[in-house]
């Protein structure tokens, strides 16, 4: 009487690793596509401020901490997002940054131009409040990781008790 | 022209290990030829050594070694001469044992004060002189002249004799006096060595001092003749004496050195090929080749997988903590709420690959796993009845059960192996992170790194030598389990008990000390890697911040540091528990390595002669010896039995009677003479063929722990047809079946313990009785534990159950046989006497006729007399009876 198959060494021999090299293979793709948006995708990162002025000739002051200051530089786009009715009835507005004013030491403001066309039906010499965003910077998610971990970025030097100071890097 | 030999050889002694001390000649042969890397396979070394059961003598091994491309030299030296032996490594000497035969053990380094040796009863050891001289086995030799000549090694000897001079600090003149070469000369020889033994005891218990008074004490020894001198000095002084009173004979006492010159450069050189598939019955060497040989058979994708998979795992791993310290921060960086859930989602979805993807590798180690334990389960299984019988007698049952039991053990070894593999990408990964964040560390880490890489390999052979000999103390222990299970009555009955303790006590203390050994071992390996890879980490922290470095990072490198010796940890432990894993292996490729004495069910291409009678074997023995370790069983055996001719075979206990039954059913090969079965040499398939045709009935056949009814038909599922109730009928077993509470289905027990030995040796009959084809009977003590009638009516029913088929009835109830027509008695390993009962019985004098009247006076005389009370039990009833009554 010959042995049944499921009770026979033979199943044994027929037991293959497909299914685990297909989760091994599908976990790489994925890692391997996770690793390719890691170093080539594209994050906007902005600074943001509050809305000090806005007239009608739609150029508008944002005022900022100076080290997020620095980081604007003129040309660079952004957004206005505006408090009350007139932000829900245009949303965003894209502004354009014109030029950054002198720090006060603690605050630092930024001019920039407002370059929506239906903005300018609005009686802008009520005061507005609000927040301006800029695009400061595109980079990829791994320079934002290294940024977060202090790499290629201005983190406050490290000192001893010497009161000896390194270049960053 | 004199060869240059190759002296390279492997620093560490490769491990070859034996539970039989018979067996070390063979383990340290193996050893040497691995450790000179010396392609000489395990079958050739068997076949060379001429290795068959008892270990291998001095002469053997040299043989063996001279065969395999490793000249050598065979030596006598006094016993306190090791220390002369340090530059003349490698060396075979005998290792003594309390409870065991002695065994051969391979020096083969000295480093600083260590000796490194192989013994293959405990593995690898590093001993130091003292230890090592507590081990020795000191040889006691008695030879002619020429034999003391031929293993005298002067240079080795004088250079011994002027080491022990320049100790005891004696004048130049005495020491030129004492080395002038006396070759041939050995009473002077004996006399020199037996006084500088004497006078280097003295100075060692400080009863002399060394100098003039060592001189002058051994000028005075020296100065009388041999005969007084045998009087002054003890005997155990004396290396070489004459032996008795016969001039010509020396007797030695000392050691028996082998020494190894080099590898002949004509040696093949190791090249292990590699096979295609898995050859399950044919692994031999390393455990490691028996991975590889896996992997390998299952293609190179899964492999690939999981070594791509445990790279990209050890890069997520080590990366993983630097997403984590990022996530924290990142949420500053981005205005945006919907990207901030986008990074998130992303952050999330690796680590859940990385999870899966983890959950994969470790799925298909415990399937490797699965296919290493049972591929050597099966391995193992099938080779048990494939193995020469010498294995069985040299090896513990207990042994082979603990094998086979700790196989569960190997399916952990691919685990070990990715874990192993995914610790040192880890390593890899994080030393690079470390040096890209901080490259003026790049030392301390290239020195942590290496550190933890090469801590586990120096202490590797160490760890594992201890690790071997646990193994085979568990094995050790083990076996006392087995026998104090199986011998739980007697040792009651005979209040045993006691002695039993002492036996598992003196085994557990060993065991536990060598536990304990290990441990602490372990401990201080583990302890002092911990202690240098942590001053390592501090070190590189401290660089860091001293050379100012990013606060943001210190918190990722002081973390990345602490790992390293963490992974290093892990690295360790996998490499131990493969370790001992190993030794299992180990242990369980050894029988699988043994040459076949037998193919497995194998396919016959041959069948009974056609001249031959279809109902009976023909079986014809010429001049048949058979000799078991150095001891002849039997000796010149001339017989011929006719085809369906049934013949007694009787004889005192140890006389051969079994021996000549299982050299007929081939389990043993005769050292000499021919045995024909139907004109065929009883050899190859004819052996098979034979045992198919025979029924054989032995107590020592198994009885097996399933039903009555699988007892008696295992041998023939194939013939449902099989008479069932005619046998059971005719070994008398429907007796047995109505006490037996499920009847056919009854399970019978450990070894049949539900049935009375009696009732075992009906059912052994009946599972004969459903046989085919039968054409020889070996009925060896058959009926035994039955009473006389039972045994002549089963005798009876057998005779008439196969009445044409060649019988061989070995029995010790000599009255038994006045039926045959003829008798065998065996005496001494020789037939004494062959004819028929009648003949044998109306000579004058004859063994037969002697054997019979003891029977008869035992039963008539002895049992008879008056002083014999006499208890009768039948059906659970006891009665006391008279004599004369039953």
């Not at chain 1, 906007?44 to 005022?63: H, Y």
């Not at chain 2, 050189?269 to 299952?298: C, F, K, S």
């Not at chain 2, 085919?772 to 039955?786: I, N, P, S």
Request: charged share 20%; aromatic share 8%.
């Amino acid at each position: 009487m010959s042995t049944p198959f499921t009770r026979s060494i033979r199943i044994l021999e027929a037991d293959r690793f497909l299914p685990s090299i297909i989760v091994i293979s599908v976990a790489i793709l994925i890692l391997a596509g996770w690793l390719a948006w890691l170093f080539f995708a594209q994050i906007t990162l902005r600074e943001s401020g509050k809305l000090i002025t806005i007239n009608n000739t739609g150029l508008v002051t944002i005022e900022m901490s100076p080290t997020a200051a620095q980081r604007v530089k003129s040309g660079q786009k952004g957004v206005l997002d505006l408090n009350g009715d007139i932000g829900e009835d245009l949303g965003l507005v894209p502004v354009i940054v014109t030029r950054r004013l002198p720090s006060n030491g603690e605050k630092t403001q930024i001019e920039a131009q407002v370059i929506l066309e239906s903005f300018f039906v609005y009686q802008t010499d009520e005061t507005y409040a609000g927040t301006g965003r800029i695009d400061v910077d595109q980079v990829s998610p791994l320079n934002l990781f290294l940024r977060s971990t202090g790499q290629f970025l201005g983190a406050p030097q490290l000192t001893t008790s010497s009161g000896n100071t390194s270049q960053n890097r | 022209m004199t060869t240059q030999l190759e002296k390279n050889r492997r620093l560490y002694v490769p491990v070859h290990s034996t539970e039989s001390a018979h067996a070390s000649g063979l383990a340290v042969i193996k050893a040497a030829v691995d450790g000179y890397n010396i392609d000489v396979s395990d079958e050739a070394l068997w076949q060379a050594s001429g290795f068959s059961g008892p270990d291998l003598q001095a002469n053997q091994i040299v043989d063996t070694l001279t065969q395999s491309g490793i000249p050598n030299t065979l030596y006598y030296l006094p016993s306190n001469a090791l220390n002369t032996l340090n530059k003349k490594l490698p060396i075979i000497v005998r290792l003594r044992s309390d409870n065991m035969p002695n065994r051969s053990a391979l020096i083969w380094q000295r480093i600083g004060p260590y000796w490194q040796l192989l013994d293959p009863e405990q593995g690898r050891l590093w001993l130091t002189t003292a230890q090592l001289e507590k081990l020795l086995f000191v040889t006691e030799e008695t030879g002619d002249l020429d034999q003391m000549n031929g293993r005298f090694h002067p240079a080795t000897y004088f250079s011994y004799l002027e080491s022990c001079l320049n100790t005891l600090r004696v004048s130049p003149e005495l020491i030129a006096s004492c080395l002038k070469k006396r070759e041939d000369e050995w009473a002077d020889i004996a006399a020199v060595d037996a006084a500088i033994h004497f006078v280097q005891h003295l100075v060692s218990i400080e009863g002399l001092k060394r100098g003039q008074a060592a001189t002058n004490a051994l000028k005075s020894l020296l100065s009388r003749d041999t005969a007084e001198l045998e009087t002054v000095i003890p005997a155990s002084y004396w290396t070489y004496k004459q032996a008795g009173e016969h001039n010509g004979k020396m007797r030695f006492r000392g050691l028996e050195i082998i020494q190894l010159h080099g590898r002949d450069p004509q040696a093949p050189r190791t090249a292990r090929t590699q096979q295609r598939r898995v050859d399950w019955n044919n692994l031999l060497g390393e455990p490691e080749q028996l991975i590889w040989q896996i992997l390998r058979e299952d293609g190179w994708v899964a492999p690939t997988a999981v070594v791509s998979g445990l790279f990209i795992a050890g890069l997520g791993l080590t990366f993983e903590v630097f997403l984590l310290q990022g996530l924290l921060q990142i949420g500053q960086q981005l205005g945006n709420q919907t990207q901030r859930i986008i990074i998130l989602g992303l952050i999330f979805l690796f680590f859940i690959t990385l999870v899966c993807l983890l959950m994969a590798i470790d799925s298909i180690g415990r399937q490797q796993g699965r296919r290493i334990e049972v591929g050597l389960r099966v391995a193992f299984l099938e080779k048990i009845p494939r193995l020469p019988l010498w294995f069985f007698q040299h090896n513990q049952t207990s042994n082979l059960t603990q094998r086979g039991y700790t196989l569960r053990s190997v399916h952990s070894l691919p685990d070990l192996a990715q874990k192993f593999i995914q610790s040192g990408f880890q390593i890899l990964f994080t030393a690079i992170g470390l040096i890209w964040l901080a490259p003026e560390n790049s030392w301390f880490v290239l020195a942590l790194v290496a550190f933890t890489l090469i801590w586990p390999y120096l202490t590797q052979p160490l760890t594992a030598q201890r690790a071997f000999g646990l193994a085979q103390e568990n094995n050790t222990l083990s076996q006392i389990y087995l026998d104090a299970l199986l011998g739980i009555v007697p040792v009651r009955v005979h209040n045993a008990e006691n002695t039993v303790w002492r036996r598992y006590q003196n085994l557990l203390v060993k065991w536990v000390n060598l536990n304990l050994s290990y441990f602490q071992f372990v401990t201080l390996v583990q302890g002092g890697g911990i202690l240098i890879s942590t001053g390592l980490t501090v070190g590189i922290v401290l660089n860091y911040v001293f050379s100012q470095g990013e606060t943001a990072s210190v918190l990722l490198i002081t973390f990345w540091a602490i790992n390293i010796p963490i992974l290093g940890q892990k690295l360790i432990e996998a490499m131990q528990d493969y370790l001992q894993k190993r030794a299992i292996v180990q242990m369980l490729l050894q029988p699988l390595s043994i040459p076949d004495t037998a193919p497995l069910r194998p396919v016959l291409t041959i069948d009974t002669p056609e001249d031959a009678n279809p109902d009976g074997a023909h079986i014809e023995l010429k001049n048949v010896s058979l000799t078991v370790g150095d001891v002849e069983i039997l000796k010149e055996i001339d017989l011929e039995i006719q085809a369906g001719e049934q013949i007694a075979v009787v004889g005192p206990s140890g006389a051969g009677k079994s021996t000549l039954a299982s050299l007929v059913l081939g389990w043993q090969t005769p050292a000499g003479g021919t045995i024909l079965v139907d004109g065929q040499p009883l050899e190859g398939e004819y052996v098979e063929l034979l045992r198919r045709q025979t029924a054989w009935v032995d107590p020592a056949v198994q009885l097996w722990n399933r039903s009555l009814l699988f007892n008696v038909w295992y041998a023939n599922q194939s013939d449902v047809t099989a008479p069932l109730g005619d046998a059971i009928d005719l070994a008398d077993l429907f007796g047995v079946l109505e006490v037996l509470p499920e009847g056919l289905q009854t399970q019978l027990g450990e070894n049949g313990r539900l049935l009375s030995g009696g009732q075992g040796q009906r059912v052994r009959l009946a599972r004969a009785m459903l046989q085919d084809d039968v054409r020889l009977v070996v009925l060896d003590e058959a009926f035994r534990g039955l009473d006389r009638g039972k045994r002549r009516k089963l005798l009876k029913n057998a005779r008439e159950f196969w009445p044409k088929a060649t019988m061989i009835c070995i029995t010790h109830d000599v009255g038994q046989t006045e039926g045959f027509s003829r008798v065998l008695v065996i005496e001494n390993g020789r037939i004494a006497e062959d004819d028929s009962p009648e003949n044998l019985r109306n000579r004058p004098t004859s063994r037969y006729k002697d054997l019979l009247a003891a029977e008869e006076a035992v039963r008539t005389t002895m049992w008879q007399s008056a002083n014999w009370k006499r208890l009768h039990l039948a059906n659970g009833n006891l009665t006391v009876t008279e004599p004369g009554e039953e």
